[in-house]
């Protein structure tokens, strides 16, 4: 393989690790946003 080719399949799967990432923090954004409001309760 080239070193361009290679170089190139890397920043491909670089770019695809972005997918479930950003899944996880659209999924998890609820979660946060219960426990932010429960921590803030309890500081009153």
């Known amino acids: 393989m080239s ?3 290679v170089w190139e399949l ?3 799967f ?3 690790m972005v997918i ?3 899944l ?6 609820g979660m946060v946003k219960t426990s932010l ?8």
């Not at 996880?24 to 954004?29: E, G, M, P």
């Open 3 to 5: 070193n361009d080719l």
């Open 10 to 12: 890397t920043d491909a």
């Open 14 to 16: 670089n770019y695809l």
């Open 20 to 22: 479930p990432n950003a």
């Open 24 to 29: 996880a923090l659209f999924a998890l954004t």
């Open 37 to 44: 409001s429960e921590v803030e309760k309890k500081k009153k």
